[in-house]
């Protein structure tokens, strides 16, 4: 009994820390930038260290466990990469459109984008309690992964609220709806459960998620406008951290 209070109890805390990651990113945007492409650097570093060393691992142990194809889970890899890049520059290509008939920005837009960021937060906890649904250790991975992903999910809410011009009490509202969506998403999967198949090919979509972020979306924004040997040092910093957190888990 014991150790069913604590497995349910340990994806809650942890969502809790999301919450607090996303608010300190988003205040943090309010107040600093300057240091901000050494922390996005290190913040790449860890999402790609839980790639590596956490959820490719847990992948091909589950296959040889279950005696399954690996075609599948790295077939989903490929479609979680390709999905959210998909989304990503379908986005892109919308406002380039939109700029070509001259500035826009109103509120009700920044407003749309940042609770399309709360969606995405909300899947970021169901991400940590499918971990769970796993492992306590893929588990425990998946959401130091969020914790980091979510301090800058906190900046763009902000960034995306002011830039249209939205009022810093309804920019601070948004931020918190995106902060408490994690949570909410890991309180979700107390009431469904995949089979450890459908899990393993979770993994992999998740796997391609985690590397489109880390690769293709944190990393290239650390070094825009502030590349230096400190940002990528920052960045190897973080692979390293969780290539040791991954051996004690």
């Known amino acids: 009994m014991l150790v069913v209070i604590i497995n349910t109890m340990l994806p809650m805390i942890l969502s809790i ?18 240091q901000l492409h050494r922390i996005l650097g290190y913040t790449a570093g860890v999402i790609l260290g839980v790639f590596a060393f956490g959820i490719i691992p847990e992948i091909f142990k589950a296959i040889n466990a279950q005696n399954v194809s690996s075609t599948w889970p790295m077939l989903a890899l490929v479609v979680g990469f390709l999905t959210f890049h998909i989304i990503e520059k379908s986005i892109l290509i919308h406002n380039a459109q939109e700029e070509d008939y001259g500035e826009h920005h109103h509120p009700h837009v920044g407003v749309a984008s940042a609770l399309a960021l709360s969606g995405h937060s909300f899947l970021d906890g169901v991400g940590i309690g499918l971990g769970f649904q796993v492992s306590n250790s893929i588990g425990i991975a998946v959401a130091i992964a969020v914790i980091a992903h979510d301090f800058s999910d906190g900046i763009n809410t902000v960034g995306l609220m002011l830039v249209h011009k939205n009022n810093r009490s309804k920019t601070l509202t948004l931020l918190f709806i995106d902060a408490i969506a994690p949570i909410l998403g890991v ?19 998740f796997a391609g998620f985690l590397l ?14 502030h590349s230096s040997y400190v940002t990528i040092a920052m960045t190897v910093l973080g692979v390293v951290f969780m290539f040791v957190v991954t051996r004690f888990i």
Do not use: M, R
């Not at 820390?17 to 300057?34: E, M």
């Not at 690769?215 to 070094?223: C, G, Q, R, T, V």
């Open 17 to 34: 820390t999301t919450f607090f990651s996303t608010l300190i990113g988003g205040l943090f945007a309010y107040k600093n930038s300057d």
């Open 187 to 205: 309180l979700s999967t107390l009431f469904f459960h995949f089979s450890e198949k459908a899990l393993i090919i979770y993994l992999g979509f």
């Open 212 to 225: 489109y972020i880390g690769a293709s979306e944190i990393l290239p924004e650390a070094h825009s406008k």
